[in-house]
């Protein structure tokens, strides 16, 4: 596949992680600030400059480079020894930015959560904004999360602050005969709840708080997944605080919320699991699938997402987000494998169906493995909640449809039920999900 075929195609995909971005500031340049997904993290400063944590929450965050894990003496995770609840403030002074205006639209968005979203940050020490991160990640060395900020920017001159770059990842499914798509829609409508992440003079010039949010919460969910399993919450309180966060970690994997998820409700196919981990990883493929095999594969097992067979820990996070975005929005998840095009100039209907489903978290093999993780890490019984999810219904995405035709194809009120548990976000135009995952 040519390098001008690469970019169209990540540039229609509406799936799992990132956008292709076009030119931007400066530094958009420099190839070396971003190295197989590891940013320089060079320009860090604290977002409040007169955090208690400025240069402890500094060195914490690029300590991972040199081999080595954040110290518990020096820094300790928000919710470390405290039960009382977070506030915005708490995790504000744990921020720390290469540009102001990364952290204001953070925190505007931060300042809107749900009190049990802003204690899923107690296991967090640090949060990185930094204009060349890229792909989002969570790193166990310093329990920090790396936010790309493309999720946080609002109009050209902000988006001209991010260093322009391809996901390293973006050509590793290239050997695959399928294309893996997921995204967030209302049941009803079929409708997008998330905003485009792209910048567009014409149809995504500027974009608001109320517009970045859908976007940055179902990251933040993401990645705070990662935080809570590495750190389950009824941990935080007993850490040795002699040591590092990475071996509190280690000595406690038995607690883990992913070693639970495996125990008692293990994903089946070893297929899936091979190609996930060259579609993601770029291990050498093991078997080539058609997006009919693949969806064969994929609809009886327990996955919310492809990008769940990538490891036992983003098999966490995907059924968690997936959980919370319908909960704050009341929307479902397509997901969706279909063929690779062969013309270079295709658009976002030539991505052919080979197999599609609508409501994935309904699946009677998923429910009960989402309910699991989120109870484990909102710490409470989801039973009630989970009722409209499991007895709403799952449906087919229309074989051989383009994967946008499909998105209103099949609404209804099969979809009632669960449409009514949260309303739905209003749109005024079409938004395109991201690509890659994080």
Partial sequence: MSKKQKLQRLSIIAAAMLVIAGCGGSKSGDRSLNQSGDPRLEDLQPYLADSLYAQSAIDCAVIYKQGQSCQMQDIAPLGYQTSDDLTPDDIAGRLLVSHSWMGDSFMDVVRELPQDVLNLFKPINVIVLSFEVRPSFYHSATAGMYIDPRYLWRDVVEWNDIYQQDDYRSGFSDSQRFIALQRYVDPASGEYVTYSNTYNEFSNAWRSAAEIKPGLLRLLTHELAHANDFLPPELLSSLDASTSILTNINRN????????????????????????????????????????????????????????????????????????????????????????????????DDLILGWGQRNRLAQDEVAPRAKLVSEAILQKNLTAEFVPITSATPVDLPYGDGWCQSRTAVMSARFERLSGAQPAMEHHRRYQEEMLRE
């Fill in 253 to 348: 994997k038995s607690s883990q919320i992913h070693q639970r998820l495996n125990q008692d409700y293990a994903l089946e196919s070893d297929d899936l699991t091979q190609a996930a981990n060259s579609y993601f990883g770029g291990s050498s493929v093991q078997k080539i699938l058609t997006p009919e095999q693949a969806g064969a594969a994929f609809e009886p097992d327990g996955a919310a997402e492809f990008y769940g067979y990538y490891t036992a820990e983003e098999d966490v996070a995907m059924l968690f987000e997936a959980y919370m975005m319908w909960r704050e929005y009341g929307v479902v998840s397509d997901v969706g494998f279909t063929t690779v095009p062969a013309r270079s100039d295709y658009n976002c």
